[in-house]
């Protein structure tokens, strides 16, 4: 069955985000292409406001693309970055750490030395291949599925501990007192949780701090991401949220969304 799309839940963001949509809508050769509710947009959103970057944001309707934007990017992703016209960059890790290497000027995101860089980037991936697929396991959940909702929600605190787990016990970020794009590549996720727990409820939920250092530690980096400025100002208000999982009446449209975000 296709998914039925609430027209108003893909008009744009709103709240702190339509505010800086506004501030960037004037013409730039940087431009961010993406859709207000994507947490792979909200990924590179999140870096470009970090690094204090100018740029272009243009939003696209992922279930009416306009032919420019095809033009430009046949497969149709978001997030699409392109700089003056050049080929387009897509796959919201690898524009994030280009943004990282391009922008001297800004707080760096990955470590310099090489070892360092490459642990960041296995945490990065752990996010991309493990938690991330976690949390769309239980969003997808449907009574005929051949796993329960409690085996989903299981999996998911699996992947989190074991990220948290590599945390610098000194934080609040993941590699100690500095934001890095390990966090960033999470952050999206962890400020949708409560849509997880509203709309897919499981008897354990998600741990709320609770006892044991892991937990604690989690509590603390999720505190310290969903206060950051970068990422309440890429957030749409809740409600806009809502009614986009409330319009669409089946579990396609995650599946759907995926195929259009990257």
């Known amino acids: 069955m296709a998914a039925v799309v609430d027209s108003e839940s893909t008009k744009g963001p709103s709240g702190e985000a339509s505010k800086l949509a506004a501030q960037h809508a004037a013409e730039h050769p940087l431009k961010l ?16 406001h970090e690094k204090n970057m100018a740029y272009q944001y243009v939003e696209i309707d992922p279930y009416d693309k306009s032919p420019s934007f095809l033009a430009l990017n046949p497969r149709g992703l978001v ?18 750490e280009y943004l990282d290497d391009v922008c001297q000027d800004g707080p760096k995101l ?30 997808k959940h449907q009574p005929d599925k051949d796993y ?29 007192d500095k934001i890095s794009l390990v966090d960033i ?19 354990e939920g998600f741990p709320d701090g609770g006892d044991g250092d892991v937990w604690a530690r989690w509590a603390v980096w999720v505190e310290a991401a969903l206060g950051r400025q970068s990422v309440r100002e890429t957030s749409s208000d809740d409600e806009s949220y809502l009614r986009r999982l409330a319009g669409v009446t089946t579990g396609s449209e995650v599946t759907k969304g995926g195929q259009k975000s990257s």
């Open 110 to 139: 990955l470590p310099a030395e090489p070892y360092q860089r490459a642990l960041a980037r296995l945490w990065i991936d752990h996010v991309g291949s493990r938690i991330a697929p976690a949390f769309y396991r239980i969003l």
């Open 185 to 203: 590549s999470l952050m999206p996720w962890a400020h949708r949780l409560w849509l997880l727990a509203r709309y897919k409820p499981s008897g």
């Open 79 to 96: 997030p699409t970055l392109v700089k003056d016209g050049s080929r387009p960059l897509f796959e919201s890790n690898i524009i994030c």
């Open 148 to 176: 329960s909702l409690e085996e989903a929600w299981a999996e998911l605190r699996r992947q989190v501990e074991a990220f948290v787990n590599e945390m610098e016990p000194r934080g609040p970020w993941f590699l100690g």
């Open 33 to 48: 292409y993406g859709a207000w509710f994507c947490p792979f947009v909200q990924r590179v959103w999140i870096t470009l």
